[in-house]
């Protein structure tokens, strides 16, 4: 009996080329899950941003700021500003401990909790900040981070090495930030935001190639699900880091702008 070894070989690449096809269409759907959830959060954030700050000021015909309501000086001026601060880095920790004892639903739902805790705490920008300015930045960190996304997504280049070079970055502008807390050192402030700023550009990119490699085909819906929150809080910390690192140069002030830690 003769093999047709042509013939099996014909079959055997169809049903190669077939599986990719699946892969690709899988992957490209796990991602734009992901991609989705870290864009409304950041849509949600914006709301409950500007929401608060429209609640805590007073304003004259002119549009200045005159004084804060009792709202404003609650989350601003008293101690219950340090919650509204440290609260969504609790979250984050939360959620990158627990993750795996979470159904996808819940975790989702952590995820939202988490944008809106995150307006209310970034709210005070607009105090320092004038909308323009604000609207630039984000503009500028939304084309920034599409274009290091793109390239984390696309490229054959194994970002792993960077990642890890990127993580001890991060440790160390976080070190320098708490120690700016008391130098308050004008130049420091200005060079730990421009390497902040290097960082978490470079950070998107490895991020964005993590989170593709974290699918696979065979994991349950469940699974798939989780894996897209997690993978759009960390793609969402990215952004919100990198702007806030772009906005700190636009004046020398010393507010508390966070910086909350990737995952």
């Known amino acids: 009996m003769e093999f047709d070894k042509k013939g099996i070989l014909a079959r055997a690449k169809a049903a190669a080329q077939e599986t990719t096809a699946v892969m690709d269409e899988g992957l490209r759907a796990y991602m734009l899950k992901v991609y989705n959830y870290m864009a409304t959060?950041?849509?949600l954030t914006g709301i409950v941003a500007l929401l608060?700050?429209?609640?805590?000021?007073v304003t004259d015909a002119g549009g200045s700021i005159v004084a804060l309501t009792s709202f404003g000086s609650a989350i601003y001026m008293s101690g219950l500003k340090w919650v509204v601060m440290l609260a969504p880095l609790a979250i984050v920790f939360y959620m990158s401990f627990g993750i795996n004892k979470m159904s996808a639903g819940k975790a989702q739902t952590t995820f939202w909790v988490f944008a809106a805790l995150m307006g209310l705490s970034l709210s005070s920008i607009l105090l320092?900040?004038?909308?323009?300015?604000v609207t630039r930045v984000f503009?500028?960190?939304?084309a920034t981070f599409g274009a290091m996304?793109?390239?984390?997504?696309?490229?054959?280049?194994?970002?792993?090495k960077l990642g890890s070079f990127l993580m001890m970055g991060l440790i160390g502008i976080i070190i320098a930030s708490l120690v700016n807390i008391f130098m308050k050192s004008s130049m420091m402030y200005f060079v730990i935001s421009i390497l902040g700023v290097l960082i978490f550009v470079g950070l998107t990119a490895y991020d964005t190639q993590k989170i593709k490699n974290m699918y696979v085909a065979s994991d349950s819906g469940e699974l798939?699900?989780?894996k897209a929150v997690m993978g759009a809080l960390t793609l969402y910390l990215d952004f919100i880091n990198l702007f806030i690192m772009l906005l700190r140069p636009v004046s020398y002030t010393h507010l508390t702008l966070p910086t909350i830690c990737s995952v």
């Open 41 to 43: 959060g950041v849509l």
């Open 52 to 57: 608060s700050f429209k609640m805590s000021v």
């Open 128 to 133: 320092v900040y004038t909308g323009l300015s």
């Open 139 to 142: 503009f500028i960190s939304s």
């Open 149 to 160: 996304s793109i390239y984390g997504y696309t490229t054959k280049r194994d970002l792993t």
């Open 224 to 226: 798939m699900g989780k």
